[in-house]
């Protein structure tokens, strides 16, 4: 999963941009440059001894991340900062659960839900 923004360390010029460059779009459709993760840290620090800094109270896009997605640098849309953000729910099959595995599923459950 790419860099989330709310987790990235300001300080620390290879995370700085990170974040920033995690599958941002490039095309009127919202087509993404995908860059290898690995290059990330390594154009972010670039930016940062290049003199840029992020400056929050510009930022007009922020990044929503899919905590489902593969690949660390999928699963990112950029969507206007006043948005909402809704997280996607988690989607568990259940269906080839045995009868008794779904009731130690649902046992397991009941204790969580308990303490």
Not at 59 to 83: F, I, Y
């Amino acid at each position: 999963m790419a860099i989330d923004q709310r987790k990235a360390d300001m300080a620390d010029p290879e995370q700085h941009f990170a974040w920033a460059l995690a599958s941002f779009p490039v095309m009127a459709d919202g087509t993404p440059m995908v860059l290898p993760v690995m290059c990330l840290p390594v154009v972010s620090r670039f930016l940062w001894d290049c003199g840029f800094r992020h400056h929050p109270e510009l930022q007009q896009v922020k990044q929503v991340l899919d905590p489902r997605a593969a690949l660390q640098s999928a699963g990112v849309r950029w969507v206007p900062v006043e948005d909402e953000e809704k997280v996607p729910a988690p989607s568990v099959d259940l269906s080839n659960l045995s009868d008794a595995e779904a009731a130690a599923v649902q046992a397991a459950l009941d204790r969580r839900n308990q303490s």
